[in-house]
């Protein structure tokens, strides 16, 4: 079986401020993808990353960033400066070669950067 | 490209009341899948489908049909609507069979059932 683990619920940070989203996955595969997806106000899906098993190399673009550790079962997203657009429900997602259908979603955390 | 185009973007339906979602895609991906995401709960599978003619059940198909006629077309259907169907539904597609293929999404239906 596999898992996401999103333990943080709502966020609340002060625009330009830093923010970590914790990410907390569990696979018994050795082959697996790890998602971000980012849903603002509007309700849309919006991709952010893919990264594979065997990457763990951090990602930087632009604000964001990603740090996987597979030691910790981690994959944690970073907004450095932080802003209003930033606001969203942010979704952290795994699938595993163990089924091509089925990827898990966390329940997500919500982010609001208060002007 | 239009991308994923899901319609209509809001309904309200009675409890029993039947209705199709529908779900089309134009980049020609092979897979196609229909969520539901609830408060708390996440984006839950409903069905999918990996192919014109190929469908088979999510985590929660209960109470959900679908088909899959065409590559592009993935409606969701709802016999009987009941108020625990009350949800934002997703449809996505992607390119591959493998899962670590990027998933896109529709706009989402938002339905109330009461």
């Known amino acids: 079986a596999q898992k996401v683990t999103q333990a943080q619920t709502e966020i609340s940070v002060v625009e330009k401020e830093d923010v970590t989203l914790d990410c907390v996955y569990e696979?018994?595969?050795?082959?697996?993808?790890l998602f971000w997806y980012k849903q603002p106000p509007s309700g849309e899906l919006v991709f952010l990353i893919r990264r594979n098993s065997f990457d763990e190399q951090n990602e930087i673009s632009g604000r964001y960033s990603w740090n996987f550790q597979k030691s910790t079962s981690s994959f944690n997203f970073t907004i450095t400066a932080s802003q209003v657009v930033d606001s969203a429900v942010y979704f952290c997602a795994l699938w595993n070669s163990g089924g091509y259908q089925k990827v898990t979603f966390g329940t997500g955390t919500k982010l609001q950067v208060i002007p | 490209n239009a991308g994923v185009t899901q319609t209509p973007k809001f309904q309200v339906l009675k409890t029993g009341q039947s209705m199709t979602l529908q779900c089309a895609q134009d980049m020609n991906h092979e897979y196609m899948s229909w969520y539901r995401q609830d408060p708390g709960m996440g984006l839950r599978l409903i069905h999918y489908?990996?192919?014109?003619?190929?469908?088979d059940q999510g985590e929660v198909p209960n109470g959900y049909n679908v088909s899959r006629s065409t590559t592009e077309d993935f409606p969701l259907r709802l016999l009987s609507a009941a108020p625990s169907q009350t949800s934002v539904y997703f449809c996505?597609?992607?390119?591959?069979?493998?899962?670590?293929?990027?998933?896109?999404f529709g706009p989402g239906t938002r339905l109330l059932v009461l």
């Open positions: 696979t018994r595969d050795t082959t697996y993808y």
């Open positions: 489908s990996v192919g014109a003619g190929i469908t």
């Open positions: 996505a597609s992607r390119t591959g069979l493998a899962g670590a293929e990027t998933q896109y």
